[in-house]
T-cell receptor, first 114, second 109 residues
Framework: DGGITQSPKYLFRKEGQNVTLSCEQNLNHDAMYWYRQDPGQGLRLIYYSQIVNDFQKGDIAEGYSVSREKKESFPLTVTSAQKNPTAFYLC?????????????FGAGTRLSVL | GIQVEQSPPDLILQEGANSTLRCNFSDSVNNLQWFHQNPWGQLINLFYIPSGTKQNGRLSATTVATERYSLLYISSSQTTDSGVYFCAVTRQAGTALIFGKGTTLSVSS
C-alpha cells in the first residue's frame, strides 16, 4: 500500500541521549515535513525538505536535526539539546509541483523522556 | 505570519446531533485543509477547500475566501466522529501548513 510510515510508534529517551525518528514514504513525493504536537495544541513545523539533499528550518528547529539523502526518507534526530522533547511527532509529504499543496500524514511517533 | 483560529475549542454532542466548526484565518490562502485526528493520533484528510463548498457523506465544508473563514458541518453525528478537528492553511504553494489549535469533539451515545 502507498503511504507514509513512521517508526517507532513509541520511543523513550534517556537524559543526554540522541534519538532518531524514522519517516519513509512510497508515494514518490518530493517534499517532506516534520511537525511537533503538544497536548491541546496544533502542529508546529520543525523542519521541511523540498528536494533531496536540501532542507530548511521551521519555527521550532532548535534541538533537532534532519537529513534527506533519499527521496523516500526524512529521519528526524532529537538531540540532547532539546530540553523538552516529550511530544507527538508527525511526518508529512506532498507531491512536487502540486499547486494545491495538499499534505498527507503518517501515524506519528510518541516520544517520552525517562 | 498568518494566524489560524478555530472555534469552539470543545464541543460535546449527543449522537445524532448536528454541529458546525469554524476556522478564521488572517490572510489570503492558497490551501485550506480540514483534518480529523482520531484517538490514536492519526491525522486524516477530510477536505481540501481553499474556496467553495464540498460534501462527503455526512460531512460538508464551506470556505468563503473573501471573508477569510471556513466552516465544517457534521450532520447526524456518531461516536466515531469524536476526536480533534484541525484546520490548516498555507499562503503559497510549497510552504508548510499552519495549523489552528483544533476543536475537540466528543459524541456520546
Amino acid at each position: 500500500d502507498g503511504g507514509i510510515t513512521q517508526s517507532p510508534k513509541y520511543l523513550f529517551r534517556k537524559e543526554g541521549q540522541n534519538v532518531t525518528l524514522s519517516c519513509e514514504q512510497n508515494l514518490n513525493h518530493d517534499a517532506m515535513y516534520w511537525y511537533r504536537q503538544d497536548p491541546g495544541q496544533g502542529l508546529r513545523l520543525i523542519y521541511y525538505s523540498q528536494i533531496v539533499n536540501d532542507f530548511q528550518k521551521g519555527d521550532i528547529a532548535e534541538g533537532y536535526s534532519v537529513s534527506r539523502e533519499k527521496k523516500e526518507s526524512f529521519p528526524l534526530t532529537v538531540t540532547s539539546a532539546q530540553k523538552n522533547p516529550t511530544a507527538f511527532y508527525l511526518c508529512a509529504s506532498r507531491r512536487g509541483g502540486d499547486q494545491r499543496n495538499i499534505q498527507y500524514f503518517g501515524a506519528g511517533t510518541r516520544l517520552s523522556v525517562l | 505570519g498568518i494566524q489560524v483560529e478555530q472555534s469552539p475549542p470543545d464541543l460535546i454532542l449527543q449522537e445524532g446531533a448536528n454541529s458546525t466548526l469554524r476556522c478564521n484565518f488572517s490572510d489570503s490562502v492558497n490551501n485550506l485543509q480540514w483534518f480529523h485526528q482520531n484517538p490514536w493520533g492519526q491525522l486524516i484528510n477530510l477536505f481540501y477547500i481553499p474556496s467553495g463548498t464540498k460534501q462527503n457523506g455526512r460531512l460538508s465544508a464551506t470556505t468563503v475566501a473573501t471573508e477569510r473563514y471556513s466552516l465544517l458541518y457534521i450532520s447526524s453525528s456518531q461516536t466515531t466522529d469524536s476526536g480533534v478537528y484541525f484546520c490548516a492553511v498555507t499562503r503559497q504553494a510549497g510552504t508548510a501548513l499552519i495549523f489552528g489549535k483544533g476543536t475537540t469533539l466528543s459524541v456520546s451515545s
